[in-house]
């Protein structure tokens, strides 16, 4: 089914200042109340989710330039973010641990002439993998000290990085090997590879909540130009799917095609819907998880652009989307859009924040 979008009230602000925000940003919004944070490499916006408000808009994110592609604190309460090599070796590649209230550098880690890919981070914020896909190898860092604890071979062309709550299973996709490969988070050690298909291309990887399964996005394409932000070069001919992997066998249990890119997915605490959305779609696709089969596509108003992100909710109330007119607040229990909230071309990751 679709869903109707309800419509949508304008924000208190939207025009951007012509300089970035301060170390003092966060102070716009009241302490110990939760404010919704979305940082894009266009601008930050600070929303009031008990009105849907705007707090302020602000403008990109100084000096760095990167994209937060995930929304996973450190122990800190810190986001680990990364940005790849320049072609011409004028910038390497490099990882970025900022503050996301006041987008404060806090420290950057250079990993030379290499393409790297979304960080993961351990549950308790302990420990950050950071997949590096020109090596095939994983690189994984003290949160606290900020020095390299170990390094991990896997597969060919690793993207994505995530870590089940239980701290049991550490999971990424190897797009050029047509699997994932899981690790052990105590001894960082490969303890297995779940093959996702000939020519599917897997690139980004979700852990469910129950801890046991994990949903992977394909792109059917193998190689990928360097410093490469979108699909990647050469089409297997499998074409775009979401498949479900069972972790504890090591065995596919489904595949669903897709007929867009899906650059990401989100879960709900209960863990009872798999929200899938892409790239320059304008829609997010429910799966149920107890029967693995689609039960919705919400349309959304503009499509979600390579910088946006899906955010839920932690009091699984609502899922937040970042698309290229604004936030679009889903309602879980109903499966519609509910709000719209104009912040000045902000496009980004969604955080709820105190």
């Known amino acids: 089914m679709t869903t109707e979008m309800k419509s949508s009230k304008p924000a208190s602000m939207t025009k951007l200042p012509d300089h970035p925000p301060a170390a003092s940003l966060g102070s716009k919004a009241s302490s110990g109340h939760p404010y919704l944070y979305v940082v894009g490499p266009n601008g930050t916006a600070i929303i009031d989710p008990s009105n ?44 970025y641990v900022t503050d996301p209230k006041t987008l404060n550098n806090v420290t950057t880690v250079d990993l030379g002439h290499n393409v790297v890919h979304t960080p993961g981070l351990t549950p308790d914020g ?14 994984v860092y003290d949160t606290n000290t900020f020095q390299e604890v170990a390094t991990i071979n896997v597969g060919g062309h690793p993207w994505d ?25 105590k001894t960082w050690k490969v303890i297995g590879t779940v093959p996702t298909g000939e020519g599917s291309g897997p690139f980004m990887l979700t852990i ?35 498949k479900y992997v069972d972790l504890m066998t090591r065995s596919l249990i489904k595949s669903i095609p897709l007929d867009f890119f899906a650059v990401w997915d989100e879960f709900t605490p209960d863990g ?19 029967t693995l089969e689609v039960v919705a596509t919400i349309e959304l108003e503009s499509n979600v652009t390579l910088a946006g992100y899906i955010t839920p909710d932690p ?40």
């Open 208 to 242: 469910w909540p129950d801890n046991k399964t994990a949903s992977v996005e394909c792109t059917g394409y193998h190689g990928a130009e360097y410093n490469h932000l979108g699909p990647p070069a050469v089409s297997t001919g499998k074409g775009f799917s979401i």
């Open 52 to 95: 849907w408000q705007v707090v302020v808009v602000a403008a990109k994110m100084p000096g760095t330039g990167n994209v937060f592609d995930n929304h996973y604190l450190d122990q800190k309460g810190r986001v680990w973010s990364v940005g790849s090599a320049t072609l011409d070796g004028s910038r390497p590649a490099r990882v």
């Open 315 to 354: 009091n699984g109330k609502y899922l937040y989307a970042s698309v290229a007119t604004g936030l679009q607040v889903i309602d879980i229990s109903s499966l519609q859009v509910v709000e719209t909230i104009r912040i000045g071309g902000v496009v980004g990751t969604p955080f709820l924040l105190k």
């Open 126 to 139: 302990k420990f950050a993998v950071v997949p590096v896909s020109s090596e095939n190898k994983l690189h």
């Open 272 to 290: 009872k819907y798999n929200y899938i959305f892409g790239e320059d779609v304008p829609k997010v696709v429910v799966v149920d998880t107890g």
């Open 161 to 185: 990085m995530m870590v089940s709550a239980d701290g049991k299973y550490c999971c990424e996709p190897d797009m050029d090997s047509d699997q994932i490969t899981i690790v052990d988070p």
